[in-house]
């Protein structure tokens, strides 16, 4: 086997592979997308550009990925190959790995001494919308499982900022699986501003010798009476929904036809009705709801199973009982045929469907006939992860499940460190069967896992080749899709068949051919370049820094302008829109974690930032004035920031009167100032054009703005609210109880902390405050 020979990479480490070198050789003269295969080495390409960049140029690597364990991967892939002095061992400071969990004081002493940084997108997100360290100086920045850059994603943010604050930016994505959409495809290529597209296949000739056999089998699973009686009752139930809101004059699809785009027409229609007030259109926005629910409990049916489909039906049971249940889980649950169902369903014991018993199977006799096999199945839910799971123990297989972090009821998630953890016993053969969900889809690097089984065929081209590249990577591999007959299983098979081969026509169409041979590769220069030859490709002259034209140097925003007005921006905000065109903007921002409002703008403005929909929905569902109230007690100038464009009248069925009500109690009873915006730009630049007036200089600005009348209790209330920590809630607590400021001022601490509400720390400063002399 010959290797990669380059002073920066381990000797005898790397294959070297020539579609690889081709690859990196473009890579190397332009911002580039590589879309490969799975298993056929994207890191490895990465790994390559990186080394070729770190000799010829001073500065920084900084690879991005979307998950923690996917970043720990690649830092491990780069331990394992790479050098950065010639001839020696990398130091541990000469690499970083950065996630949520890392604190920032330690990422920006990190930053400073790394010569390249493993890291989420959103992590270096914050870090540089906080100003923590700059990217000037990163020579190189890796964009792993690309086709996420699309929308406001973290991914599209970095691309903008690194190329236009960078010194010499390169940018390299990478993904398997960009998608069939030719209008997505070229929006993540706009997004990450990519100049040039790589790709192979698994037919291309120079591929051909490094691909090993995967054979994909689908296997038809039939449902049992049981679960075709639940289905008949279900059925029934979306009948019965879709003929009232016939009645009601809406165009509805069959219930057998009951697919999502139908579902999205209907609701079209609902809203068009709703923006006119049509009062049958709220009724029928409920009804759709409830199709909403049921279909999902039909497709948990054909082609979960029973036990996931139990679950669902007892949790819809239990919103229906509640007292914040929504109007259509209280009437879809007190529907006698749904009670029956639900009846029925508490009467199953066992896994009805034959999936789980067929897997356990395939399981059995492929670790029988291949003992150190590594087994990976993957589930859509997590209900059908855990019955696997215990149907798998029961049968005297050890296996444990890969979900994602968040926490659902009494289900723990796991968290990043035992994702890692399970990863590492995984490949180790502490246990040889994964049961996962779509979090277990990217990226997993488990060399041995030579059997892939989707518990259920998915109608994205994405998942499905994410899911069939786990395995086939380092030997022969087996694909077993099970597929309800008669179901949705069937139509999705076909379907994510159908958009794998558009992805890789459109691919295709997108990039530049490679060479037919090994000889000559095609250069964005019209000029013929000979092909790659490892000495000269991997181990370029180290020439000076380039001198680039005044006219196209790409300079950083701070160098010619002087640093904008101040913002804090709540830390939970920063995967908003808004954050990233503040940025663009030139403001300088403060991240941190607020107590009230989203955004604080110097010591007087505080500004809670809610869309239309959210707006609602929290007037409804929580306690809108409550939250609202306590950001007018700890601000001078509350502001809320109402932001879309839809009517706020036709969100939910409430009367207008009420809304009206409720606008009039924020501004005129709270004293908040009310901002509609279009979008989250447009609240963006509200933000910039508070924070310029708060920060402009006009003289010296009142502490007290004037107000034309105010009555004694008022001024009496404003100047004790002006106390540090102390709203206007506290200042009527303590007034009310003491009968006047000088009563305040005279009282000692213990007394003002006895004052319900009040708490030492408050106490104590005000105490403080009121003796301290004045310098």
């Not at 699309?150 to 943010?157: K, M, P, S």
Request: glycine fraction near 6%.
């Amino acid at each position: 086997m010959n290797c990669v020979s380059h002073p920066l990479i381990r000797p005898q480490s790397i294959e070297e592979r020539r579609y690889q070198l081709a690859i990196a050789l473009r890579a190397l003269d332009a911002n580039t997308m590589v879309v490969l295969p799975t298993g056929l080495g994207k890191t490895a390409v990465a790994l390559l550009v990186a080394a070729s960049r770190l000799r010829s140029h001073q500065g920084k690597v900084l690879m991005l990925a979307p998950t923690k364990p996917l970043v720990e991967q690649h830092l491990r892939f780069f331990k394992q190959f790479l050098l950065f002095r010639e001839g020696s061992e990398p130091q541990d400071s000469d690499f970083a790995m950065f996630t949520g969990d890392t604190p920032p004081e330690e990422r920006a002493r990190a930053w400073e001494a790394c010569r390249i940084c493993f890291a989420t997108p959103q992590v270096i997100k914050n870090d540089c919308l906080g100003g923590r360290y700059s990217l000037a100086d990163v020579v190189m920045m890796v964009v792993d499982e690309c086709h996420r850059a699309v929308g406001n994603y973290a991914y599209v943010f970095l691309a903008q900022h690194y190329c236009t604050t960078a010194d010499r930016p390169l940018l390299l994505a990478m993904t398997a699986s960009p998608g069939g959409d030719q209008m997505k495809v070229q929006e993540v290529c706009t997004n990450l501003r990519i100049e040039a597209v790589e790709t192979r296949v698994e037919t291309d000739e120079d591929v051909r010798p490094y691909i090993h056999e995967r054979d994909v089998q689908y296997l038809d699973v039939y449902l049992p009476e049981e679960l075709q009686a639940a289905l008949v009752a279900l059925r029934g139930l979306v009948g019965s929904r879709l003929d009232r809101l016939a009645e009601l004059n809406f165009r509805v699809p069959k219930p057998d036809k009951l697919s999502m785009k139908a579902l999205n027409a209907l609701n079209a229609q609902i809203q068009q009705r709703i923006r006119t007030r049509d009062p049958s259109a709220f009724i029928a926005a409920s009804l759709h709801a409830e199709c909403m629910k049921l279909r999902h409990a039909i497709s948990l049916a054909e082609t979960q199973g029973s036990e996931a489909l139990r679950l669902y039906l007892a949790r819809l049971g239990a919103e229906g009982a509640s007292s914040a249940g929504s109007k259509a889980s209280k009437r879809l649950v007190g529907d006698p045929v749904y009670q029956h169902l639900v009846e029925v369903a508490g009467g199953w014991k066992e896994e009805l469907h034959p999936k789980a018993s067929i897997v356990r199977e395939l399981v059995k006799a492929q670790l029988a006939a291949h003992p150190e096999s590594r087994i990976i199945v993957f589930a859509t839910y997590r209900d059908t992860v855990q019955t696997l799971v215990e149907t798998l123990t029961a049968g005297g297989i050890a296996c444990e499940r890969f979900v994602g972090q968040a926490s659902r009821d009494a289900e723990k998630g796991l968290s990043q460190k035992e994702q890692i953890a399970s990863l590492a016993r995984f490949r180790e053969g502490a246990f040889k069967c994964l049961v996962a969900t779509s979090v277990g889809e990217e990226g997993l690097d488990v060399p041995s896992t030579d059997m892939v089984i989707f518990y259920e065929a998915v109608p994205s081209e994405i998942r499905s080749i994410q899911r069939k590249g786990r395995t086939g990577r380092s030997g022969s591999g087996t694909i077993i899709v099970l597929v309800t007959k008669g179901t949705s299983d069937e139509t999705f098979r076909y379907v994510s068949q159908n958009r794998e081969r558009a992805m890789v026509t459109g691919i295709r169409s997108m990039s530049t051919p490679p060479a037919s041979s090994p000889e000559p590769v095609t250069a964005p220069d019209p000029a013929p370049v000979p092909a790659p030859d490892p000495g000269s490709l991997l181990v370029p002259p180290v020439p000076p820094a380039p001198s680039i034209p005044a006219a196209t140097k790409q300079v950083s925003f701070q160098d010619f302008t002087p640093a904008g007005p101040a913002i804090t921006v709540d830390d939970r905000e920063t995967s908003s829109r808004v954050a990233g065109r503040l940025h663009e903007l030139g403001a300088s921002i403060t991240l941190e974690r607020l107590e009230s409002g989203d955004y604080a703008i110097g010591d007087r403005i505080l500004v809670e930032r809610k869309t239309v929909q959210d707006f609602m929905n929290t007037l409804v569902e929580r306690d809108l004035f409550g939250q609202l109230r306590a950001m007018a007690d700890a601000a001078l100038r509350p502001v809320l920031i109402i932001e879309g464009e839809d009517d706020l009248y036709a969100v939910r069925n409430i009367h207008p009167n009420a809304v009206r009500g409720t606008l009039a109690a924020i501004t005129v009873d709270m004293g908040i100032a009310l901002i509609r915006t279009r979008d989250a730009d447009d609240t963006a630049e509200v933000l910039y054009v508070l924070a310029q007036r708060e920060g402009s200089e006009r003289g010296e600005r009142k502490v007290h703005p004037k107000k034309s009348y105010r009555s004694v209790q008022e001024e009496q209330e404003y100047a004790l609210a002006a106390f540090p920590n102390i709203g206007l809630k506290s200042a009527r607590l303590l007034l009310e109880h003491f009968g006047s400021l000088k009563a305040i001022v005279d009282a000692e601490a213990e007394d003002l902390a006895a004052v319900h509400g009040i708490g030492e720390k408050t106490a104590r400063g005000i105490w403080d405050l009121a003796r301290r002399p004045y310098r």
